[in-house]
């Protein structure tokens, strides 16, 4: 909560509740302050048994999602966030479409 300039309620409250709305601001500053990328905290917030990703189902070795991951760090943070963004639209298609 301190690196992140969040409130301790706040982050408190994410790590209790499973299904939480959060903006992509205060996901990148949560990012920034765990030293890592939005993209990884989506994917490590994911890894449940029923909600494997489409890359997952693809690659058990992960390989695929390892270069993703590295290629997307690479990238300018608006660059990376839109990109984010259009790939959890597209695992929400494959997830429904797995129902």
Do not use: C, H, Y
């Not at 690659?59 to 990238?75: G, P």
Request: charged residues 25%; negative net charge.
């Amino acid at each position: 909560a301190e690196f992140s300039s969040l409130s301790v309620n706040f982050i408190s409250k994410i790590e209790r509740t499973g299904n939480q709305n959060i903006s992509i601001q205060k996901l990148d500053a949560i990012a920034k302050a765990l030293q890592t990328s939005v993209i990884t905290l989506i994917d490590e917030s994911s890894k449940t048994p029923e909600s494997q990703t489409f890359v997952n189902k693809l690659s058990n070795d992960r390989v695929f999602l390892d270069k993703l991951t590295n290629d997307m760090k690479k990238l300018p943070v608006e660059q990376e966030e839109a990109l984010a963004k259009s790939f959890i639209t597209i695992i929400n298609t494959f997830a429904k479409e797995d129902k």
